[in-house]
């Protein structure tokens, strides 16, 4: 059983991720290397929060343990109060399954299965029946904002904004409280990339799900409504974003110069 954390104040209750002092090293011939120097900070159910910094910065690394995907080498993790920092393997895709949806650059679609197919794989490994499993599906592709004409398209005919919807629809068929998107816009142009935006403010906004998206982009960081900055494995900076950009507006604004263009 993992334990409680500790219930400091009534603040502590609110929070959905509360980290504190999270190491992590990668062993290597050399002794280790410190990807990740102690970090600590909280975030409430609801937020929308990017997690910004260069490359190799240790951003995937803290997703990776914020995901329950990895453990930390020390500190603590409490998921929803629970201290999931010590948690075996089969514990942690548990947790996984029931609470967290992943988006991730590389996609990870299989190139040659439909669209629809894409979408029911986590449900198939959840062992969730065949029929529940397609309207779960069917529900997440609509709401990342795929039509229905490509549900049996397979994903090697789809633009890569197509592909970032079913990735996205794919991560929501679990329902997830809690979304991580690492560099979901990565491989993306300037339309695309805000149309992808533009969802998961939906998602935020409209369904209330926690988002965390992590990047190296000042401009795509700028759609969350807090930035937490990362150097070197450490946080640098932790503040409330006064300049939210948001994607409809953005895209609004894009079309119109476009158009524009002879
Ligand atoms: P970012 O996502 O910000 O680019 P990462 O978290 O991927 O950064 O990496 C942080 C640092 O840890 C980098 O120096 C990287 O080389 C190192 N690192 C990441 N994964 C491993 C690993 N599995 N083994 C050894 N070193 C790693
Ligand atoms: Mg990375």
């Known amino acids: 059983m993992a334990a409680e954390a ?43 929060v990017a997690i910004m910094g260069p490359s190799g910065s240790g951003k995937s690394t803290l997703m990776h343990i914020l995901g329950c995907l990895d453990t930390p080498t020390s500190g603590e993790y409490f998921l929803d109060q629970k201290d999931v920092s010590k948690l075996t393997d089969e514990e942690l895709a548990d947790i996984r399954r029931e609470k967290i949806g992943f988006v991730f650059q590389s996609f990870n679609l299989l190139p040659r299965a439909t669209v629809l197919r894409n979408a029911t794989l986590p449900l198939i490994y959840a062992g969730v029946p065949e029929k529940e499993r397609e309207e779960r599906a069917t ?27 079913v990735a996205i629809a794919r991560a929501l068929v679990n329902d997830p409280t809690l ?84």
Do not use: W
């Not at 816009?185 to 935006?197: A, F, M």
């Open 6 to 48: 500790p219930r400091c104040c009534e603040d502590c209750k609110k929070y959905m991720i509360d980290i504190r002092n999270i190491t992590k090293t990668y062993k290597d011939d050399s002794g280790g290397y410190q990807a990740l120097k102690g970090v600590s900070f909280t975030i409430k159910d609801g937020e929308f």
């Open 139 to 165: 529900a997440s592709l609509l709401a990342a904002g795929l039509d229905k004409d490509h549900f049996n398209h397979k994903s090697n005919q789809l633009s890569g904004g197509q592909i970032q919807r």
């Open 179 to 262: 979304i991580l998107a690492d560099e979901p816009t990565g491989n993306l142009d300037t339309k695309t990339s805000e149309i992808v935006l533009g969802t998961f403010q939906k998602l935020n906004k409209e369904e209330n799900r926690t988002i965390v998206l992590i990047t190296h982009e000042p401009d795509i960081a700028e759609h969350a409504e807090r930035i937490i900055m990362i150097r070197d494995g450490v946080i640098v900076e932790d503040k409330k974003n006064d300049h939210r950009k948001n994607a409809m507006d953005a895209l609004d604004r894009l079309e119109k110069r476009l158009s524009k263009q002879p």
